[in-house]
């Protein structure tokens, strides 16, 4: 249980509440049952498929055609999955004498009347008519990654340097709804990814600005430079996502070069591990461990379901890499489980936490879930023997005294009501997916230092928080009422800043909530939260409420 701050017994605490109110400053921080509080959904992290994993640069318009139908035919699209993503090789490195990207017609040709070849507004269009998104790629520096094909001819100069405001345009003109912006040209010439892709960010901005369409920003630079520490809002993108790792497995394209690749399991499991970085990912802002290889070989049914399981307890994004039109029912079945992608696409957004481990290799990792009292919990065994892996409600933060529930979401079963704890025999390198519901634990709710009442786009500190816990939940209650995300600056104690936003809480004066998760690595009531709004001039942060 937490302490308040200069608690020393009720007649002490009373002692100090009265010194308090004669200095007229608001008591810091006090423990409070879990009230209510209105959530505000963030956006989720996004859902698709790309086109890297199984077609590399060979991707084309009847690819991308023959994916999107099995999207849809497959029922993933009915699952969430929505975004049909070109990666790498659909453009050449051609510029007319204007600057514009020049499209090869015959591998993007006209498809409807009236249609011009080599025009990628035309496989927009196709792809919307089904109902789904469309996604593009390029390369932040002048060249792109075909500058080092894994198959194929080399190509240069595939890269927006130097065009970002003409480029980001054109794909908003051309109606894409998602841009992946790659690394290797940036890497090749030693730019500094925080200020390009900040640069990039901007110039969506304007192409969103002028369009009038929003263009999802991916950043690519495989967690070279820590992106965590400068990725959230960069540039002022209300949502993005970065990558936080390299890829899993180059492509695996059937009959090309490379076609007897294989993906591997340990690949998986390592690009989860670098992807955790819980105090980065919050409210619409996401860590990319990369798109999925679920379904791609090398894996087995049962590992492909802990691949997806790792993914959605961390809220990663959903973009499988596989050939959509040879899924077995078996990966389609991992791919769809609606109670799974539930999880990944819970609206408090946050990412899952290690909460306990056993040994080497027995893991419990927990994500807080927008109903209040739930968790999502997974029991991971990456030993080679099968174990008892145990998860105590302690460690999830909801309440030791009441029984919880248990169930799990591969077999869709309610496995009962247990109190304090749930233990399960686990495979080795396998898993178990549960949802626990249990009563919320009780928050320390917090008022800015010296408040003295609403304070409008002010910055507001928090000081003397403590925590049960190291990487602790902490709900932020504010009132937005304008109709756009209002965006703040998060400090806590000496870290690298981060940037939270803050969506619109409806009209009037009532506060809504959004969660985020910080690390409260200072002893005792002595951690220091410092927000600084960076944009608009009607955010108000009131309170927040930390475990
Ligand atoms: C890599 C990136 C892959 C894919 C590839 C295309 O840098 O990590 O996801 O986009 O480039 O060449």
Not at 199 to 211: D, F, L, P, Q, V
Not at 479 to 497: M, S, Y
Request: with cysteine; net charge negative; proline share 6%.
């Amino acid at each position: 249980m937490q302490k308040v701050q200069a608690s020393r017994g009720p007649r002490a605490t009373w002692a100090v509440l009265l010194v308090l109110a004669v200095m007229n400053l608001a008591v810091p921080c006090a423990i409070q049952t879990a009230n209510a509080q209105r959530q505000i959904a963030v956006p989720p992290p996004p859902m698709g498929w790309s086109s890297w994993n199984s077609f590399s640069n060979t991707v084309d318009a009847t690819i991308v055609i023959d994916q999107a139908k099995a999207m849809v035919a497959s029922g993933m699209a009915k699952a969430g999955y929505q975004y049909l993503n070109i990666d790498e090789g659909w453009w050449l490195g051609q510029r007319d004498a204007q600057g514009n990207i020049v499209v090869d017609p015959a591998a993007w040709p006209a498809l409807a009347p009236g249609e011009h070849a080599g025009d990628m507004a035309n496989i927009v269009r196709y792809i919307h008519a089904l109902g789904l998104k469309a996604g593009i790629y390029t390369d932040a520096g002048m060249d792109g990654c075909s500058l080092y094909p894994d198959l194929g001819p080399v190509y240069q100069h595939v890269g927006s340097e130097g065009h970002y405001q003409q480029d980001f345009l054109q794909f908003a003109t051309w109606g894409f709804d998602y841009v992946k912006v790659d690394w290797c040209g940036g890497n090749k010439e030693k730019l500094d990814p925080a200020v390009q892709y900040a640069e990039i960010a901007r110039a969506i901005g304007k192409a969103e600005a002028a369009t009038g369409r929003r263009l999802y920003l991916s950043i690519c630079d495989w967690g070279n430079n820590s992106p965590w520490t400068w990725a959230p809002n960069i540039g002022g993108a209300p949502a993005d996502i970065w990558r936080t790792s390299g890829d899993i497995v180059a492509p695996i394209v059937p009959h090309e070069k490379h076609s007897g690749r294989l993906a591997s399991f340990s690949g998986v499991l390592s690009n989860f591990d670098q992807g955790i970085h819980p105090q980065a990912q919050h409210t619409g802002f996401y860590n990319d461990p990369d798109m999925m290889v679920v379904g791609m070989p090398g894996l087995t049914d049962a590992q492909n379901r802990t691949h997806m399981s790792l993914w959605a307890i961390s809220a990663a994004p959903l973009l499988a890499g596989a050939d959509l039109t040879t899924l077995s029912d078996a990966t389609l079945a991992t791919l769809t489980n609606p109670e799974v992608i539930a999880v990944d696409q819970d609206p408090l957004g946050l990412q899952g936490v290690k909460v306990a481990s056993y040994g080497d290799g027995l893991e419990v990792w927990s994500k807080m879930l927008s109903t209040p009292g739930e968790r999502a919990v997974l029991l991971l065994n990456r030993t080679g023997d099968p174990a008892a892996i145990a998860v105590h409600w302690r460690d999830l933060g909801i309440s030791d005294s009441s029984p919880a529930t248990v169930r799990d979401l591969w077999a869709r079963k309610d496995l009962g009501s247990f109190n304090s704890s749930y233990s399960a025999t686990i495979q080795p390198n396998d898993m178990a997916m549960l949802i626990v519901h249990g009563s919320e634990g009780a928050l320390t709710t917090c008022t800015p230092a010296g408040a003295d009442g609403v304070r409008r786009d002010q910055e507001v500190s928090f000081s003397h928080v403590s925590s049960r816990v190291r990487v602790a939940r902490v709900r932020i209650s504010y009132i937005n009422a304008d109709k756009t995300p209002q965006f703040a600056e998060l400090r806590v104690n000496g870290q690298i800043a981060t940037r939270i936003a803050f969506p619109p809480t409806g009209g009037g004066s009532t506060a809504g909530a959004v969660w985020i998760e910080a690390i409260l690595d200072r002893e005792g009531a002595s951690n220091v939260l410092t927000f600084s709004p960076i944009s608009g001039t009607s955010l108000s942060i009131e309170s927040i409420a930390v475990e």
